[in-house]
């Protein structure tokens, strides 16, 4: 079994700054791929940004003020949010690409979700 914790979600002003944090625990070989996504109401779900072996990626809207970083002994991913805008209201949830350590086979796993938001 793995799992994915999230922490970090809350209330911010437009401008200000919040830090997720997502944790993976279980029987897990490797973490292939990890990342976050967002789902504002009547919206679907977008990739915000990832990090892999392949680098970092960020969806356009938050280039430039988010930033995706990964502790691999922790098997925690990051994202700091910084000049946040109401737009970035939504509910952020951490994504792994994960090969467990028996049997070894690739599958994707997803937080449980914390919730963003930014008003005045």
């Known amino acids: 079994q793995v799992q994915l914790v999230e922490s970090g979600g809350g209330l911010v002003q437009p401008g200000g700054s919040l830090r997720l944090s997502c944790a993976a625990s279980?029987?897990?070989?490797?973490?292939?791929?990890m990342g976050w996504h967002r789902q504002a109401p009547g919206k679907q779900r977008e990739l915000v940004a990832t990090t892999g072996s392949g680098g970092t990626d960020y969806a356009d809207s938050v280039k430039g003020r988010f930033t995706i970083s990964r502790d691999n002994a922790k098997n925690t991913v990051y994202l700091q949010m910084n000049s946040l805008k109401p737009e970035d209201t939504a509910v952020y949830y951490c994504y792994a690409d994960i090969t467990l350590g028996g049997p070894y086979y690739m599958r994707d796993y997803w937080g449980q979700g914390t919730q963003v938001t930014v008003s005045s």
């Open positions: 279980g029987n897990i070989f490797s973490i292939n791929v």
